[in-house]
């Protein structure tokens, strides 16, 4: 019961930010698509420049880009925000009855449902224009991804909230860090040769993991079939004791702010 009534606030609380979102924007929902488009379009011409390509990319090129795209951005979202989530939230916290240990999960849950629209569209574009003989193990997969990288949203949430309140100034450190692990990243490597530093740095990014599963579901690169699998058995793993830390340490928090 206690499961049900904290889902039903955090659909309730995620709605109502959806809505307020959207509703004084001129195109409203045609941003959760447009946008992301926009991104893997102006990075992928980016990056072809710097490599010395003039061409156009291949449809498969950038379709692999959009769709590495919304995993990345999605992750960079829920971390940034997260990062300054409890003290904007001061008030809420202070007040003893709230479960404020569900703040997190409806930031991931709004920023969660608007890439569920996009990678929908993403992958429906992916099957259809891109041959796949093994559709329907791509879907099960793609499925196996989505709801492990919900959980994984999540677990990173809940850490990253308490990372932002002991460590201010990565609010201001980790957006460029990110946008500079991200040229180096599967997004626009996939299968290249990095140089040894960029490839120990990348290997050391959990950003860049959720990435390879992403693209082992939808059968993008040669290997790591297994990845979404681990993938799942590393967020079943990390997200109850996520959830105890948490729990245990927002408490704290309570007491601080």
């Known amino acids: 019961m206690h499961i049900v009534k904290m889902a039903q606030l955090v659909l309730n609380l995620a709605w109502h930010e959806l809505r307020a979102q959207r509703k004084d924007t001129l195109l409203g929902w045609g941003w959760v698509v447009l946008w992301p488009v926009l991104q893997a379009a102006g990075l992928l011409f980016a990056v072809n420049v710097l490599r010395g ?21 999605t992750s960079v979202a829920v971390i940034v925000s997260n990062l300054g989530l409890l003290q904007a939230h001061r008030e809420m916290i ?8 569900v703040l997190p999960i409806v930031d991931v849950t709004v920023k969660f449902a608007t890439f569920l629209i996009q990678i929908v569209i993403g992958v429906s574009l992916w099957l259809w224009l891109v041959p796949q003989v093994a559709w329907p193990l791509i879907l099960v997969c793609a499925i196996v991804f989505v709801v492990s990288f919900y959980f994984a949203l999540i677990t990173t949430a809940w850490i990253t909230s308490l990372l932002g309140l002991a460590v201010p100034d990565l609010s201001f450190i980790l957006p460029p860090a990110f946008l500079l692990l991200l040229t180096i990243s599967p997004v626009f490597h996939l299968g ?10 990348d290997n050391l990014n959990p950003l860049s993991f959720f990435i390879s599963s992403w693209y082992a579901a939808i ?11 681990t993938f799942l058995i590393a967020t079943t793993l990390a997200l109850p004791a996520a959830y105890k830390v948490s729990t245990a340490m927002y408490r704290e928090v309570a007491k601080v702010l």
Do not use: C, E, K
């Open 53 to 73: 390509n003039t061409g156009i990319p291949s449809m498969r090129a950038m379709l692999i880009t959009y769709l590495g795209v919304l995993v990345w951005t």
């Open 94 to 101: 202070l007040h003893i009855r709230f479960p404020f240990i």
């Open 192 to 201: 290249a040769n990095l140089p040894p530093a960029a490839q120990y740095l």
């Open 219 to 229: 059968d993008a690169q040669a290997v790591g079939a297994h990845l979404p699998w």
